[in-house]
C-alpha cells in the first residue's frame, strides 16, 4: 500500500467521525426529543402513571436530556446499547443473534441484483432507443414500483404455497438446526460442517427472499447500469476502439462495463440505505429472523432499548458501508493519485 | 506502384443526420479520391461535415446520421455493400483512424499494453500473447515512447506520448489508409511539431495513405500533398497544396487563407470571413457560400455550381469558373 | 461535425413557436418532439388523472361503505349475491327479526383491531361453510348467509334448508375481505388515503427540503457544510427504519404517518436544489442582477428559485411515487394509519394471514394499485425529467 493510499485511508476515516455523530444524533432526536412520549409510545394508553414513570426511570429519561445526550453517546463509543427489556441480555447480544440472518440475506439478494441488473442494464445501454432497451425501461420502472412485501406476499401465495415448491418463512426447516453455529450464515455454516441436508435447506428458504428483495433492487440497479454505461459509451475511447474493428459486445462489455464498474460500485454504496429498507420489509413478508424482524417485533413487545439499539447499530452500518465502498473505490481505480 | 492509383474512391456521398427540428445535411454529395501513397488534407471550418465525411470512410456514422447516397470503393471494395463483420475486419487493420483527444481516445482502466495487444489480436488472432506484446514494444520503441511504460496506465502518459499510441494503434496493422481526424488539435504547439515530424518520418517508412482532416492550413501546407476544401457539408475545391496556397481559386478558399496568421507578411489586421457558417438544416439555395461570398453575383443564390475540373489536378465549386447558363433556364428556381 | 440535438434545441426560433401555441398544444406537439419520452410522460399522466378522478367520485364510485361488512367473508371475485338460509318452516320469523337489523356497525377493540358486532351471524364469519350448515341445523344459530352460487349444491344435501331471503347485497365484483368488506370500495377509498398521506408528506419535505437548500446553496460556508452533511448522512441511513422509529414514537394518525414519511425525503429535495442553485448562482443573469444592487433575500427567491422549480417538480413526482411505498410498507408493518382508515398496505397485511387459505383476491388488487400508483408518479417523473431539464436524469 502507497503511502498516499494509507493517507486517503486515514482521512476517510476520520471523516466518517461526524457522520456517525450526526446519524446517532438524529436517533436521538427521533427517539427523545420529538414530540411523541416514548414511554407512553411503548406502554400504550391504559399504563398507570407508576408504570411511565418506572420505565422513564429505567432509561434515564428523567433526567435533563442533555445529560441523556452525552449518556446516550457515550453508550454508543462503548458500544453498549443496554440490555434488552424482553429478556436479561444485553441488546448487541441480540443483535449478534439476529445480523447474521440479514447478512445472509443481502449477500444473495445482491447476486440476484447485481447478476439481473448489470446484465439488463447493459443491454439496454448497447441497444439503445430500440424496443428492447425501452422494454428494459420499462420493466425495471415497474420492478421499483412494486412493494417488495407485495412481491413477496405474490412469490408465497404462487411458488410457495401454490405451488408448495418453495417454503415460504423462516430460515429452516422445523426440526433444522445447524451444528454448530460458526459465522451465523447457514449456507456457510452448512459448508463448513459438511452438512448437505443443511445446506440444501437453508437454500431452498433463501430463495423466495433473495428473489423479492434482489428484483425489486434489481430495477434501480438496472437503471443505474444503464445510465453510467451511456455516459461510457458515449466516450471517445468507445469510438476509438471501434475504429480498431473491435467487437460491439467486446466494446460494451469489456471495455464499457470495465469503465462503468467503478462509478455502479460508488452508487451502489450510496444505495445500502435502499437495501437494509428493502430487508426490513422481506423479512417481516417471510418471517426471516433478521434485524429488520426484530426492530419491527420489538416495537409491539415494548422493547425500546433494543428497538434503539438495533437503529444505532444501522447508523453504524451504514457509516461503515460508506467508508469501506470509498476505500475500495481507492483501490480500484487506476486513475486516483493520492 | 503509381502514385495515381487511387485507393479510396468517394463518388457522390451524402450523410444526413435525422434531427427533432429536421433533416441536417451534413456532407452533401461529396466526390473525391484519395491516391494511393498521398497525404490528403480536407480542411474546413468546424462544423462543415470534415470530421462526418472521415468517419463516413470507415462507415462509423451514429445513429441518427445515415449515409443516403454514393458509393464508397476502398481498393476497389465496395464498403457500404460489406457486412458488419467484414466492415470490422477493414477497420483498424486496412483503414485506421486517429483522433482529435488523446486524453479521451484510450480506455484509461486499460494499460497501453493491453490497447496495442487488443488491436493485433483482435485482427490476427493466431499471434500469441507474447508475440503481440513482443510487436507492442517494437512499436511504441519506433514511436519514441520507452517500452517499460508499455505497462503504465494512459493517465500515466503525457498527451504527445498518447497521441504517439494512438497513432502505434493505428500502424500496429499496417494500414493502408489512415485518417487523422484533428490528430494535433488538442497537443501543444512543440508537441505538435514532433508529432508531425514522426508522421512525416512514420508516412515514407510504411508508405502510409493519410487522410488528414483539419482546420489548421499550417499543418496542410507542412504535410499535405492535396488538399481538399469544405464548406457547410460540400467540397469546394480541391489541388496541389501548392496551387492551392499560391493561387486559391475558391472565394471561400481565398478568405481561409487570408484569415491564417502569418508572421513574416505583418499584415496588419486579420481578415475575418463575414457571417457565419450557415445551418445545415435549412441551408441557403444555390451555393451555399453565396450569404458570405464577397464576390457574388446573381446566378449564385440560384442554382448549385458543379464541382468542376477547371486545370489538372484542380477542381472548384463556383459560379466563377464555369459557364452561366443562360437566364431563362435558372430564373425561378434550381435547376437541380 | 453535427449539430447536436440539444444545440438544435436551443435554437432560439424553434424554442420561440413552441412558446406561441397554448399549453395543451405545446403538451400535444411535446410528442414529435420528444418521442418515446413523451408516451411516457403522458402515460404516468393519464395514470394519475384516472386515479385522482376516482378519488374524488369515492362516494359515487364505491358500492359500499368501506368499512361496513357488507357480505359475507371471503367471497371471491364477481362473487355474491348472498341467500340467507334458514330451518325449514322459519323464514318468517328469520326474516322479520334479523335481516333488516343485521349490520351494526364497527367498533375497535383495544388492540386495534375491528371487530364486527353483528346480531347472530357474529360468529360465524370464522367457521367454515360446512361448520355454519352444522350450527344452523343443530339451532344454535337461526340463518345462515351463503353464496348464490353454492346454493344448488347445499339444498340438494340439506334437504331440510329453505331461503329466508335471498338477493342479500349485489355482487362484489373484487370479491370481499376477511370481514365481509367489499374489496372494491375499500380500494376506491384507499386511493384517498394513499394519495393523500403521500402528496401531503412529500409537501411538508419539499418545504423544508426547498428552503435548506436554497439557504445553503446560497449562503455557502459553515451552514452549507453542516446542512449538507447532516443531509447526507440522512440520506444514506435507510429511510424506512426512520420512518419506523418515528411512526412508532408519533403513534398512527394520518398526519403522523406524513410527518414520519417527509423525514426520509428533505434530502433529495435538499441536494438538488443545493446543487442547481450553487450553479445558477454563478449565472450571469445572476451576478448582473448582485452588481446592480439586488438584495440577497429578491435575488433567492426572484432570480434563482424560480430556475429550480423544474428540477422540484420531478424529484417531488419521484419521491411521491417512493412515499406511496414507504407509506404501504409502514401499514404492512403495523405502524400505519388507524384501522379504521381504508388503506392499501393495511389490507395487504391482513391478506398475508389468509395467503396459505387461497384467498388470493386480497392480496391481489390492493398490490396491483400500489404498484400503478407508484409506477404512474415514476413515469411522470422520469419523463418530465427529460422534457424540463434534461440533463437532471440520464434518459
Redo the contacts between chains.
Sequence with gaps: MSPGLRRYIIVRTLLTIPMVLILVSLVFIVLRVMPGDPALAIMREGASEEQLAAFRAALGMDRPLHIQYFDFISGVLRFDFGESMVRPIPVTQEIKTFFPATVELAIFSMMVTTGVGIFSGAYAAKNRKRGSDYAIRVLSIILYSLPIFWLGLMLQMTIGAGLGWLPVSGRLSPGMTPDRVITGLYTIDAILTLNLDLLVDALKHLILPSITLGLVLAGFFTRLTRATMLDVLEQDFITAGRARGLHERVLVYKHGLRNAFIPIVTLLGLQFALLLAGAILTETTFSWPGMGRLVVDRIYDRDFTTVQGTILFFALLVAGVSLIVDILYGFLDPRIRY | MSINEILYNIQDLSVEFHTRVGILGAVDHASLDIRRGEVLGLVGESGCGKSTLGKALMRMIEEPGKITSGKLLFDNIDILALDDSRMRELRGSRISMVFQDPMTSLNPVQRVVDHITEAIQVHQSYVTDKEARARAANLVDRLGISHDRLDDYPHHLSGGMRQRVMIGLALALRADLVIADEATTSLDVIVEAQFLDLLRELRNEFDLTILLITHNMGIVAELADRVAVMYAGRLVELAEVNQLFSNPKHPYTEGLLRAVPNIQLDEGELYKMAGSPPDLVRPPSGCRFHPRCPKVMEICSQVDPIFKSIAPNRMVNCWLYQEVPDEKLWVGGSTQ | ???T?TE??Q?GS?NQMIEDVGLLRRIWRGR??YG?EWY?TVFGGLILVTVTIVTLLAPILSPYDPNDFAGSQFIPPGGGPQVLLTRSGESNRVTESYLNEQLVGVQRN?NGTNIAIELELDYLRYQTQSEQIEALQNQEVDSILVDERDLDAIIADFPQLEIAADGIGPSFTLGTDNLGRDILSRLIWGARTVLGVAILSALLSSVVGISLGLISGFVSGPFDRVAS??M???????????A???A????PGLL?VAIAISVIYIPTFFRVVRGQVLSIKEELHVEAARSLGAKPFSILFRYIFPLVIPSVVVVFSLNV?DAI?TE??LS????GLPPDVPDW?YD?SK??SF??A?H?WM??F??VL???V??GF??LG?GLSEILNPRL???
Design positions: 461535425m453535427a449539430m440535438n438544435l434545441a435554437n424553434i414529435l418532439w418515446t411516457i383495544k452533511l447532516t447526507d448522512s440522512i440520506y444514506s441511513f435507510p429511510g424506512l427504519l426512520l419506523i422509529a418515528m412508532a414514537m408519533l403513534g403522523n411515487a411505498l404501504a410498507g404492512f408493518i403495523g405502524l398496505g395487504l391478506g398475508h395467503l396459505v387461497g388470493w392480496i391481489t390492493p398490490g400500489i404498484t400503478i407508484a409506477m415514476s413515469l422520469e436524469v440520464k434518459s
